[in-house]
């Protein structure tokens, strides 16, 4: 894997060049956003982006997209700090892991490498570390985070449903009700954190990357304006997916039966790729379509972004373009009205497997 580091400067990435587009202001209701830019892609239809996904970290934002990850940092003397690195799936070596519902599981796996490589680096850029975690360590983190997410979401919810053994016995119903106890600790626990002060700051960068994600799918032009003019509630969000993850969780759960503590926190643990692929299929078909059905899938999760994104700064936005511009094709960088180098290479189109990586990245 080839490492390599880029300089954005900040006045490069804010050309403006007029649009056609309808704008809107960026605190409207999200549907009526999603709206007028599905009018604008059909437009565009010719021209299709290219699947690109991100993430917010520490003071910057995430990329994903054709075969490329580039983290952009703000770092503490107000240039942007870019680093771009080229991603392969393990999808592109073992072809198995192109299936549904496997493909979810692998995307998510290493979106979840990815992120949290991501979040080193801009933890080491934004002065909070000396150095980058090492492989083990961030074996290491995970394990921890992966435990603690096992006691919070698995282990209390399912122990906690004895208090309502006097009113059921019935196994459907004991699933319906951990369910229901592990939505509201996991709307606490985002509700807990969304306060924090350091976290404000994280949500804000989470929604200038869906403003940016949304305006780049709309066709452009990747400006300050433009991008803040577009919404921070995005349908392929990982906040959606978590909750599609809920709902899909009591309906495979619900197959056990009610077994004893042991057990269920064994088998919960156990079956979470199966619902984590399950999850996948249904965020991503939602995400394709817009009727009716996907339109209901897709409410609760823009409705949660409330919470887990924040209206973001135009300094914030500069930084979510520099990492995308860093992912885009020199012939898509120009599309999108952002400086180009010289020589130009075609757009790479993305593949099947890119896409799937992606829709696990936002
Ligand atoms: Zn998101």
Redesign the pocket.
Same mark, same amino acid.
């Given at each position: 894997m080839g490492w390599n580091r880029r300089n954005f400067n900040t006045s490069t990435t804010t050309k403006v060049i007029p649009c056609q587009g309808v704008y809107r202001t960026p605190e409207q209701s999200s549907t009526g956003e999603m709206e007028i830019f599905r009018e604008e892609a059909e437009r565009l239809d010719d021209k299709k982006p290219l699947m690109v996904g *991100? #993430?917010a970290v520490l003071e910057g934002v995430m990329m994903r997209g054709a075969g490329k990850v580039a983290t952009a940092v703000r770092v503490s003397d107000g240039h942007i700090e870019t680093e771009v690195r080229d991603v392969n799936s393990i999808a592109d070596r073992f072809p198995i892991f192109k299936l549904p519902f496997l493909r979810g599981v692998v995307a998510l796996g290493e979106s979840l490498v990815l992120g949290l490589r991501s979040l080193s680096y801009s933890a080491q850029m934004a002065g909070d570390d000396d150095e980058q975690l090492s492989d083990g360590e961030l074996a290491g983190t995970m394990l921890i985070a992966f435990a603690l997410a096992a006691v919070l979401f698995v282990a209390i919810p399912t122990w906690a449903t004895r208090f309502f053994h006097t009113l059921t016995a019935s196994p459907v119903m004991l699933n319906l009700l951990e369910g229901g106890l592990r939505l509201a600790i996991f709307l606490g626990y985002l509700l807990a954190i969304s306060r924090m002060d350091g976290i404000y700051r994280v949500f804000q960068y +989470?929604g200038a990357? +869906?403003k940016t994600i949304h305006a780049y799918e709309a066709g452009g032009p990747l400006t300050v304006e433009r991008v803040q003019a577009c919404s921070r509630f +995005?349908p392929?969000? *990982?906040?959606s997916f978590l909750l599609i993850v809920m709902l899909v969780s009591i309906f495979v759960f619900a197959f056990l039966g009610w077994p004893d503590l042991l057990t269920r926190v064994l088998s919960r643990v156990v079956l979470l790729p199966v619902v984590a692929g399950i999850s996948y299929e249904f965020i991503r078909l939602a995400a394709k379509s817009d009727n009716p059905v996907a339109q209901l899938f897709k409410a609760p999760g823009l409705c949660l #972004?409330r919470l887990?994104?924040n209206p973001p700064e135009d300094e914030m936005v500069e930084v979510a373009i520099a990492s995308l511009a860093a992912v885009l094709p020199e012939e898509e960088k120009a599309r999108m009205g952002l400086p180009v180098e010289e020589k130009m290479e075609p757009a790479a189109p993305t593949s099947d497997e890119q896409a799937a990586a992606i829709t696990a990245n936002?």
């Open positions: *991100g #993430q +989470h990357e +869906h +995005h392929r969000c *990982g906040t #972004q887990t994104t936002m």
